[in-house]
Each structure stands twice: as C-alpha cells, then as structure tokens.
C-alpha cells in the first residue's frame, strides 16, 4: 500500500493535504447551523458518490438504485438499536456486512446485464427495497418512519455535538479516499478500467470479468449502507420517503456532473448539485410557488447540457487547466535555454 501522499494521483499528494486542511478550517468560517448541517450531509453523501465513481466511472458498471443500499444501512442501524437495543457501533458494521453479502449475491445474477437494461434493473432493486420498507410497518414504522434512533458516541465523545460529527464524518471520508485510491492504483483498479474499455479484451485474456465487476459492486454497496447508518444517527428520523429513486437519480446526476472518471469529480459533484438542489426548493416554494420534485426536471437538463458540452464533468476543467499550465511551462522551458554559436538549441 503507498502511502497518504501517493494514492491519488501520482504528483497530487498534496491536492489531499489541502482538502484536509479546508475540510478542518471550515467550520470556523461557517455561521449557521443550516450550512453546518449541508456540510455534514455533504460528507455523507461523498462516501456514497465516491462508491459510485468506482462503480460507474471505473469498472463501467451502470446503477440507478445505490438509494436501496444507502436505506439498508439506515434502517439496519435504526432497527438494530431502537428495536433489539443492539450497540450502535455493532448494528453499523452488521449493517454494511449485511448490504455487502446482499449487493454480491444480486449482483452475481443482476451483472450479467448490460446497458440500459442493467440501468432498469438497478431501479427494480431500490423500487423493491422501498417497497419493504414502506411495507413491513411492524419493523420499519411504514411511510410514517422510524424515530428514537440514538446519537453516536466515540470512546467518550459526544458525536451528538454538530461539530463533533462534522469532524468524523469527514475523517471517514478522507479514510475512503484512501481506500479507494489504493482500490484504482492496485492491479484490481487496473483490471477494472481495463473492463470499462473492452469487457470482451479482458475476457479474452482469461480474467474473469464477473468476479471484479460483482466485488466493486458490493464494495460501492457498502460505502452507501456505511452513509445510510451515519445518516439515520445523525438525523434520528428515518422515511422510506429518503431512500426512493428519485434520491439515486440524483447521485447518478452528482457523480456525472462532477466527473464520473475521477473520485474527486464525485465530490465536486456531490457539493455543486447538492447546494444546486437546496437553491432551487427555496426559489421554486418561495418566489414560483411551485410544488413537488421541481428538482428532476433542472436534473434531466443539466444532464442533456453536461453530456453535450462536458461530458467529463466539471472536474475536467481543472485537467485542461493543469494541461494549459504544462504546455505554457514546457514552451517557457524552451525559450530559456541557451542557444550556441550555430544558432541551434
């Protein structure tokens, strides 16, 4: 494994060192609890989105129904310990090993398909998980939820505190960073982008395709339950409403926008559209008037715009920045060199 300056990018250590060092002087920037609440969901929803990245942007596996996973994980964790009083810490992990067998044993079956059928069949899941939990009202509370879920505690400190919570929210997702990008610079990260290049060339090699395209399915599965559990104790509240389509529409909709090839492309993604989201139910409620999903219709645009003028994303102006920046030192490098008495360079 390389170490904390090396799994990203090679020669972009330093882009971490300064994520961290904005992530930890933020709050002291931040002056309402609406913002500090946006910032922590932020955080909970890049642990799910950088999941995807892998998924999507990597192996080239499409999903339309990560809001399934992410629900798992948020009721495991809420039924666990409001119902059988189970360790708040245990009732995660139970949770993700839980959503992890559950998303390899779909997904053995449901990989097998390609395309936009493998999109629709990623919808039939989440439709069937919101289905159970709209359903199964003794365990889950049905439409009207399940409250009472208890706050965090961490070896005495209180992640009921905003602060607190803030900082170990995002503390886990720099550890999924990590994680994830010794995943992409490993020989399993190579096989996966070799996948999403040419699934038949791989197979021909005789590597087998569908072992690797169903573990990064289950562990992108896992990152979501890990942020549905974080997510039910820091709300408390829990709503099939949370957990529907609609809600993995719009992570599909953050990872594309941001960059589906790149893991902070998730991220950048993940803030635009979530700030983008909160914006438009202020102008569509206060000043249009205007009720229901609102949002879908702003999605599906941004979507047709994104694939037709930048289709990889908002993060590929930085790479066209950093090429611009190459180009413009290499051509000042060679106006700086000493030309001899033939004229030559």
């Known amino acids: 494994m390389?170490?904390?300056?090396?799994?990203?990018?090679?020669?972009?250590?330093?882009?971490?060192?300064?994520?961290?060092?904005?992530?930890?002087?933020?709050?002291?920037?931040?002056?309402?609890?609406?913002?500090?609440?946006?910032?922590?969901?932020?955080?909970?929803?890049?642990i799910i989105t950088i999941g995807l990245s892998l998924l999507i942007g990597y192996a080239g596996q499409i999903s339309i129904g990560?809001?399934?996973?992410?629900?798992?994980?948020?009721?495991?964790?809420?039924?666990?310990?409001?119902?059988?009083?189970?360790?708040?810490?245990?009732?995660?992990?139970?949770?993700m090993g839980m959503t992890f067998l559950l998303a390899y044993f779909v997904g053995v079956r449901v990989l097998k398909l390609k395309g936009h059928i493998l999109a629709l069949?990623?919808?039939?899941?989440?439709?069937?998980?919101?289905?159970?939990?709209?359903?199964w009202t003794a365990m889950t509370g049905g439409a009207l939820g399940l409250g009472g879920i208890p706050k965090l505690n961490l070896l005495g400190i209180d992640l009921g505190n905003?602060?607190?919570?803030?900082?170990?929210?995002?503390?886990?997702?720099?550890?999924?960073?990590?994680?994830?990008?010794n995943i992409i610079r490993s020989n399993v990260g190579r096989i996966l982008?070799?996948?999403?290049?040419?699934?038949?060339?791989?197979?021909?090699?005789?590597?087998?395709?569908?072992k690797y395209k169903v573990l990064i399915f289950a562990i992108s599965a896992t990152y979501a339950s890990l942020a549905g559990s974080?997510?039910?104790?820091?709300?408390?509240?829990?709503?099939?409403?949370t957990f529907n389509v609609s809600f993995s529409i719009l992570l599909l909709v953050m990872v594309m926008v941001g960059g589906v090839h790149s893991i902070w492309g998730a991220m950048i993604g993940t803030v635009a559209i979530t700030f983008l989201n909160e914006g438009i139910r202020y102008v569509s409620h206060n000043y249009l008037h205007v009720s229901g999903e609102v949002e879908i219709i702003v999605y599906g645009f941004i979507i047709v715009v994104m694939m037709i003028f930048m289709p990889n994303g908002i993060v590929s102006l930085f790479d066209r920045f950093q090429k611009r920046k190459n180009e413009h030192e290499s051509d000042s490098g060679l106006d700086l060199k000493p030309v001899d008495a033939k004229g030559g360079v």
């Open 2 to 46: 390389r170490n904390a300056s090396q799994v990203l990018y090679p020669g972009r250590g330093k882009g971490l060192v300064i994520f961290i060092i904005l992530i930890a002087l933020l709050p002291l920037v931040v002056t309402t609890q609406y913002i500090f609440t946006l910032l922590i969901l932020l955080g909970i929803y890049s």
């Open 193 to 210: 982008r070799s996948i999403h290049d040419s699934e038949t060339g791989v197979t021909a090699l005789g590597v087998q395709v569908s």
């Open 121 to 135: 069949a990623t919808i039939a899941i989440n439709i069937i998980v919101y289905t159970i939990l709209n359903g």
């Open 162 to 181: 905003q602060l607190n919570f803030y900082y170990f929210v995002w503390t886990i997702v720099v550890f999924i960073i990590i994680f994830s990008s």
């Open 66 to 95: 990560h809001a399934a996973f992410y629900g798992i994980g948020a009721y495991m964790s809420a039924i666990l310990t409001t119902k059988f009083e189970i360790s708040a810490w245990f009732a995660i992990l139970l949770g």
């Open 230 to 241: 974080l997510y039910a104790h820091y709300i408390q509240f829990i709503s099939p409403a």
